[in-house]
């Protein structure tokens, strides 16, 4: 088995964007001005902005393509703890049906058209040939003015605990019915890491860069199927500030994944680990991996890394 010295784990810490900076800038601009041409979206309350790895300062070389919501925020799509009265909590805040411009001729709410228009925007910015739709996202391809993009139509969401008590975030707008909801919290997600990162010394983003690039190395080497980046940085950002106290940065990355294994050995972890948003659980039956692809990943990073 390969494995990786303190000289090129150090070389890892660093983030994708050199002198692609500004390309990234152009790509989030060139998405913006599209959404205030576009007649239907220049007259809803919408919100332009980066999110993901990019704007979290997260991402690799490997996955250097820009997430861009594009949110309406005339809307707030609600969803309720267990313990929560949502009757109580609705009468006490004044809730009300959605009955805005973007209910279709039935009455119904048709989010549909926000997304028709996300994507015509995107074609009179970039061309027909360069944007896809899929089922959650639009994809941008990658030109000399601008990154690779994904571009997320989506809206205003928030979850109640209690009339006082909730969490502000957006809700993604699939094509496909699914069986749960895509809820996601990035102003969270990005609060928490930039206060992670602050705790541990500038030290927690780049172990998330650090085995992120090793995530690329090991597929390449099919030592690991793929993983998804934001669970890599969420099985970090579960680390105590403890783990990134060592002398070199073998010795940082071995801490952690020590204490991701250790804590996830029992199913009972399920209950307690987080995302870096601190909302949503980061194992639940509604993801796309599971404890034991997380900790399959693990094992095979810990191979990689030279004991310090």
Known sequence: MPTISEDQLAGMTRPAFGNEEQRAVN????????????????????KVYAKGSYRNNTNVRRDSDVDVAVEYTGINFPTYAESADPAHIDSALGLAPYDGPLTDATGSTNMSLLKNAVG?????????????????????????????????PCASHVHYWSATSSATGIRLLPDRPTWHRIDNYPQQHYTNGVAKNDETH??????????????????EDGASPPVPGYLVECLVYGA????FSGYTWASRVREVLAHIWTDTESAECASRWLEVNGVKLLFHPAQKWTRHSARDFVHAAWQYVEES
């Not at 027909?128 to 571009?151: G, I, P, Q, W």
């Not at 105590?240 to 783990?243: D, E, I, K, Q």
Request: with cysteine.
């Open 27 to 46: 790509t989030e601009r060139i998405i913006r001005e599209a959404v205030v041409r576009h007649p239907l979206l220049a007259a809803l309350p919408v």
């Open 240 to 243: 105590p500030g403890r783990c």
């Open 120 to 152: 015509e925007a995107l074609t009179g910015a970039f061309g027909s040939s360069t944007v896809t739709r899929h089922n959650k996202v639009f994809t941008v391809r990658e030109s000399s003015r601008s990154l690779a993009a994904d571009v997320i």
């Open 202 to 219: 500038r030290r927690f983003k780049r172990v998330v860069r650090i085995l992120k690039t090793l995530e690329n190395r090991m597929v």
